[in-house]
């Protein structure tokens, strides 16, 4: 991966090779995110989009509101 602090320090050819790499690395969520999401929703935190796109709050298992 292309890596600089300033952007302008990328040369064209650097610039495309890091935002084709950037939204890559978007597409989908890394190992470490997974887990982290996945504690928080076994502990009954965060909030998220239920597949009719309403707004949820996680909650632990067995748990009522």
Do not use: C, H, I
Not at 9 to 30: N, Y
């Amino acid at each position: 991966m292309v890596r600089s602090r300033l952007p302008e320090e990328l040369t064209e050819e650097q610039g495309a090779t890091w935002a084709d790499e950037f939204m890559e690395s978007m597409r989908a969520p890394g190992v470490e995110k997974e887990s982290f999401f996945a504690e928080r929703r076994g502990l009954g935190r965060g909030v998220g989009l239920d597949e009719n796109g309403a707004l949820v709050r996680a909650m632990k298992p067995g748990a009522m509101d």
